[in-house]
């Protein structure tokens, strides 16, 4: 009799919105309180700007001699670095035993998301309404006029709502 194999496969969020709207303050909330409960999270974050402080010192010599790519590993702990365009789904494998996978950025990706907003930043959405499940704002409460009215706002403190919604998409989450 033939066996089958069935790989679970982790649920991807993206947590999304402007610059310096607190992407990396929810994400790492996220991360703390999801870990606090056992769930295995992991994050993929995409940056515009890569700063040399990023990457291990090791590489640099390394890449100044002319190498293409270099791995920094230990026993438990590696890192590539690598001259190669990617997008989030090439990361998206290295985690397959995580529960949650995080994407910080993406907004114009089709992954369902999480967009924060900062009243003196953004008062405007800018990811797709139809992907996204929360907006995550410093509003006061108050909602977003116009077509995202039916989209739910949460203020940042309501880390139990958001934790909610998010598990909800976890349980959700068919791969």
Same mark, same amino acid.
């Given at each position: 009799?033939?066996r089958w194999?069935?790989e679970k496969r982790?649920?991807?969020?993206a947590?999304?919105g402007?610059k310096?709207t607190?992407k990396?303050?929810?994400?790492e909330?996220? &991360?703390r309180?999801l870990s606090? @409960?056992g769930?295995?999270?992991?994050v993929?974050?995409? +940056? ?9 010192e @090791?590489t640099?010599?390394? +890449?100044?001699a /002319?190498?293409?790519?270099?791995v920094v *590993?230990? +026993?438990?702990?590696?890192?590539? &670095? ?9 990361f998206i494998?290295?985690?397959s ?5 995080l994407?910080?950025?993406q907004?114009?990706?089709? *992954?369902?998301k999480?967009?924060?907003?900062r009243?003196?930043i953004s008062?405007?959405?800018?990811? @797709?309404q139809?992907?996204?499940?929360a *907006?995550v704002?410093d509003f006061?409460g108050g /909602?977003i006029?116009?077509?995202w009215d +039916?989209t739910? &706002? *949460?203020p ?5 709502r ?14």
């Amino acid at each position: 009799m033939k066996r089958w194999k069935i790989e679970k496969r982790p649920a991807v969020l993206a947590v999304s919105g402007s610059k310096n709207t607190g992407k990396t303050t929810l994400t790492e909330a996220l &991360v703390r309180e999801l870990s606090k @409960r056992g769930v295995k999270v992991a994050v993929i974050k995409h +940056e515009v700007t890569i700063l040399p402080r990023m990457f291990p010192e @090791r590489t640099a010599s390394h +890449e100044a001699a /002319g190498a293409f790519g270099t791995v920094v *590993y230990s +026993e438990k702990r590696f890192c590539v &670095v690598k001259e190669e365009t990617k997008q989030a789904e090439d990361f998206i494998a290295c985690f397959s035993e995580a529960d949650l996978i995080l994407l910080e950025g993406q907004k114009h990706s089709s *992954y369902p998301k999480l967009e924060t907003m900062r009243r003196v930043i953004s008062t405007e959405p800018v990811c @797709r309404q139809e992907t996204v499940l929360a *907006y995550v704002t410093d509003f006061g409460g108050g /909602g977003i006029q116009g077509k995202w009215d +039916e989209t739910p &706002v *949460y203020p940042f403190q309501d880390m139990d709502r958001i934790l909610e919604l998010v598990i909800k998409v976890m349980d959700g989450y068919k791969g």
